[in-house]
């Protein structure tokens, strides 16, 4: 959905680097999630966000940090990034007004942490 | 919190034969059951979903059904192709918050 962006595609950093990743949407959607991929896993939450001044721990939190910059963006932070935070990483929107749950996911970052 | 799990989790099917994955999850109060397909390298994108008032709901060559009892849901894709290939996610929750099993590798035979 190219409504949800996400900067960048890819990258390589080193342990104990600290990285942004951030995620924009034109959708309007007052909601944001982040997910962690990782292969035979599924998707993980790692925190959610209601609206710009609500943010919420997901199921994975520990070592990541957000900010919601504004409502169409969110950005996840690692503040000292380490090999298992390896993964492939996803940004999410929904729209509470809408009568589904649905959530629309952007393209996807791969990171790599050596 | 909400747990949901996917069986089997890879399937493989003959070009033309159906496909059935199956879901269960825990938490009672889901009212909300997404199916995402994800191919490889991309992103997951919704190819049906159902609401817990709903049975069965039905797209094409691709079903869902319900179970609120015995809580579990299945996708059904009939016909299959080549392009059915991915990985199939199945979700639960409501308010905006889904928690996902870990998917099925589906894998079309030509």
């Known amino acids: 959905d190219a409504d949800v962006t996400q900067t960048p595609r890819n990258r390589i950093t080193k342990t104990g680097k600290r990285i942004m990743l951030e995620c924009s949407q034109t959708?309007?959607?007052?909601?944001m999630y982040w997910y962690r991929q990782d292969p035979g896993l599924g998707l993980q939450l790692i925190y959610y966000s209601f609206d710009v001044k609500d943010i919420n721990k997901g199921e994975i939190s520990d070592g990541y940090s957000v900010s919601r910059q504004a409502q169409a963006k969110f950005s996840l932070s690692l503040e000292s990034a380490i090999p298992n935070q390896t993964a492939l990483y996803f940004c999410?929107?929904?729209?509470?007004?809408?009568?589904?749950?649905?959530?629309?996911f952007g393209p996807g970052t791969r990171l790599t942490v050596l | 919190g909400e747990n949901v799990e996917q069986h089997p989790s890879t399937l493989s099917v003959q070009e033309g034969d159906s496909a059935v994955i199956k879901c269960t999850y825990s938490d009672s109060a889901s009212n909300y059951f997404p199916w995402y397909k994800q191919e490889l390298g991309k992103r997951p994108q919704l190819i049906i979903d159902?609401?817990?008032?709903?049975g069965e709901k039905k797209d094409q060559r691709i079903a869902v059904t319900l179970n609120k009892t015995a809580k579990h849901f299945s996708l059904h894709i009939t016909e299959t192709q080549p392009e059915d290939s991915a990985v199939y996610f199945c979700a639960a929750g409501g308010n905006n918050r889904l928690a996902f099993g870990k998917g099925n590798q589906v894998v079309v035979i030509p």
């Open positions: 159902i609401r817990s008032n709903v």
């Open positions: 959708k309007g959607h007052d909601r």
């Open positions: 999410a929107t929904s729209d509470s007004r809408e009568p589904t749950d649905t959530q629309y």
